[in-house]
């Protein structure tokens, strides 16, 4: 129906059918026989003929002015994949903090290039605050951070809320207390994420507001690293719980003790972007793929 639109509404337009089938490249006849089917389909009668004229009728007036928004509809959906298509092949930046790069940052960068494979994307890292320069600089498309940011010029997209877990090699001794109080911690030997980012930030604030006094062995900025040391330093860490996926506790043999009062410790990670960067066309598409994923993620 849509080529049977877009035909009536020429020869609405150009008031004539010989000038519509000579606009159209397509004889008089055959423009006839379009009409009449497209009359036939919807069984009404669209022109009065009056002589050689044509008269829109009142469902003819009608059915123009649907076959307009149609027209509308058709140039707005093209011009969709045309910015689409062009997108396809641009370099897209995207900022994340030092956190984000181990925690979101893959499943992110997966989303992304599922929406768009031919998508190229560069990764830049460095603490919040500099994210969050980056992106209002216009120097990063995108940023994802582990806060939620409030910024006139920013646009801010919480995706998930976060928070810290104890993890322990499973053989150790604390593992046999079951759920503990938070005032384990006191003196209990450490690897924490390094000085700066807002989850050390967070991990202190919990150690001065409950009095505690751990033993900090390290201080490294690398989950990965802080795992494989846990067995050979006998000792605990405070990662953050959408870091800690099943598989990565059974391949380094670690487990989560259950602490009281580690929910409290929510942090919000969220996607900015500048709200008047110009960015591809398409990538409000990909926002909201984004946004689903990991709402199916954290289901």
């Avoid at 940052?105 to 320069?133: F, N, R």
């Avoid at 951070?145 to 993890?167: G, K, N, T, W």
């Avoid at 900025?221 to 099943?246: G, N, Q, V, W």
């Avoid at 919000?268 to 909201?288: D, F, H, K, V």
């Amino acid at each position: 129906m849509l080529e049977e639109m877009h035909v009536f509404a020429t020869i609405v337009e150009q008031s004539s059918l010989n000038r519509a089938s000579a606009l159209l490249n397509v004889t008089q006849p055959a423009l006839s026989r379009k009409i009449s089917k497209l009359e036939e389909e919807l069984g009404v009668e669209l022109f009065k003929r009056v002589g050689k004229r044509l008269e829109l009728t009142r469902i003819g007036r009608i059915t123009y002015e649907f076959a307009l928004e149609l027209r509308k509809l058709q140039l707005r959906y093209l011009q969709s994949v045309n910015e689409f298509k062009a997108a396809r092949h641009t370099l897209l930046t995207i900022g994340a903090s030092l956190t984000t790069l181990q925690t979101t940052l893959p499943d992110l960068i997966q989303v992304m290039s599922q929406a768009a494979p031919d998508l190229e994307i560069k990764a830049v890292t460095g603490k919040t605050h500099e994210i969050v320069s980056l992106v209002r600089e216009q120097k990063a498309d995108l940023g994802i951070v582990a806060s939620e940011i409030h910024e006139a010029s920013l646009h801010c997209i919480p995706l998930f809320d976060d928070h810290l877990q104890v993890v322990v090699p499973k053989n150790h001794f604390i593992m046999d207390k079951g759920r503990a109080e938070i005032s384990i911690l006191n003196g209990m030997p450490m690897i924490l994420f390094s000085k700066g980012t807002w989850y050390r930030i967070l991990t202190d604030e919990l150690f001065l507001t409950h009095n505690l006094s751990p033993d900090v062995r390290m201080e490294i900025d690398s989950f990965e690293a802080i795992l494989r040391l846990l067995h050979t330093c006998r000792a605990a860490t405070l990662l953050p719980k959408s870091y800690m996926r099943e598989q990565m506790l059974r391949d380094n043999d670690l487990s989560v003790l259950e602490v009281d009062g580690l929910e409290h410790t929510k942090r919000t990670t969220s996607l900015i972007y500048n709200r008047s960067a110009e960015l591809p066309g398409s990538l409000p598409l990909w926002i909201e793929e984004i946004k689903s994923r990991f709402r199916l993620v954290q289901a």
